[in-house]
Every structure is written in C-alpha cells, then in structure tokens.
C-alpha cells in the first residue's frame, strides 16, 4: 500500500467516512423495498348493509320457489279406537300449555318458535325465536 492510501484510512479529515457507507446501505434498502410490490391490503370490513343486499341478491333466483309453512300448536298421540270414536265437538288434550310458544316449520323444519295473534278475524303468528340449526328439540 502506498502512503497515501493509507493516510486515507487513518487520517480523521480523509472525505470518506462510515457514516457514508451506512447512508448508501440504507438508500440501497430504500430502492430494494421500493421496487418490491406492496403486500395486498387485508379486506375491508363489508358494512352489514351491502352484506344482506349481496344475500339477497344471491337469492333472488329461489324468491318464487314455494314452500310451506305449518304453525304447530301441540301433539297428542291417541288409538285407533279413539281416533274412530271422534265426532264434531270433540276435544283434544295436546301436550302444551295455554301462552306456550308454538312451533314453526318451513317444509317440515323447525324454524321458529312464536305466540298465536288474532288480526281481525284470522290467526297468525308472531315469531319470537329464530331457531338455528340444531338448536331445538321438535
């Protein structure tokens, strides 16, 4: 080596310096990340709203499909016999109470639990539990 490439290490006023060469592995860091794509965004929280309008939408094809509803009040299990022996103003006992929640089906699946209502002078019924599958013993 020559003197004056040693002078150059050693010598505190020399014009390079360590700091420079971390200033260059930083920018050089900077251009690398800059040149890479950015990770995708994580989605975005879909608003209830537009959730239920794209459900909706999805169903839109089964709208006219029919099905049927059956309110059940109660069950009773009687003979043959009995069945036979029934005539107009015959009573059954069923297995609920009066102010029990009744049973709702769509195609012979429980759905719903509700409370009968008379709207002037027809039955209905008010749902009061959604059921959810496998919840509720029919």
Known sequence: MSDSETEAETDPDSDLKLEDFADDAAADEAAQAAAQPAPPAPPAEIAP????????????PV?????????????????????????????????????EAIDIYVNNRLVARGEVVVIEDQLG????????????SA
């Open 49 to 60: 709203e537009v959730e239920e309008q794209k459900i909706a939408a999805d169903l839109e």
């Open 125 to 136: 019924v008010t749902m009061t539990e959604i059921i959810k599958d496998g919840d509720g």
């Open 63 to 99: 709208f006219d499909v029919p099905v049927r509803i059956s309110a059940v009040l109660g069950r009773t299990q009687i003979d043959v016999n009995e069945l036979l022996n029934l005539k107009h103003g015959s009573v059954l006992e069923m297995d609920r109470k009066v102010g």
